[in-house]
């Protein structure tokens, strides 16, 4: 399995391991039928974010896994990352980004 062979890599990467310097907030998207990513390690960042007081704002899918399989949930999905780009990004004052 990849990931195990490449352990050391995917853990210096891995955002749990970087909590402390995150300082902006974070949108954590998870399908509660993944079976490459584990539903536990979105629930784990999560508790790591709450501990460094970084706004977290989530969408769980008890019906997806590893990508969208329903419309319906892909639009939930682009709908709240717009609603959180425009709550979390301001635009310039002279309105150029």
């Known amino acids: 399995?990849?990931?195990?062979?490449?352990?050391?890599?995917?853990?210096?990467?891995?955002?749990?391991?970087?909590?402390?310097k995150i300082k902006i907030p974070v949108f954590v998207v998870h399908g509660k039928d993944d079976e490459i990513v584990d539903y536990?390690?979105?629930?784990?960042?999560?508790?790591?974010?709450?501990?460094y007081n970084v706004p977290?704002?989530?969408?769980?899918?008890?019906?997806?896994?590893?990508?969208?399989?329903?419309?319906?949930?892909?639009?939930?999905f682009y709908t709240a990352i717009e609603a959180f780009l425009a709550k979390h990004l301001k635009a310039a004052p002279d309105g150029k980004n």
């Open 56 to 76: 977290a704002e989530t969408l769980f899918f008890s019906n997806e896994g590893h990508g969208f399989e329903e419309l319906e949930n892909e639009v939930k």
């Open 40 to 51: 536990t390690q979105s629930k784990k960042l999560l508790g790591e974010l709450r501990k």
């Open 1 to 20: 399995m990849i990931r195990k062979k490449n352990r050391a890599k995917f853990d210096e990467i891995s955002p749990i391991n970087h909590i402390s």
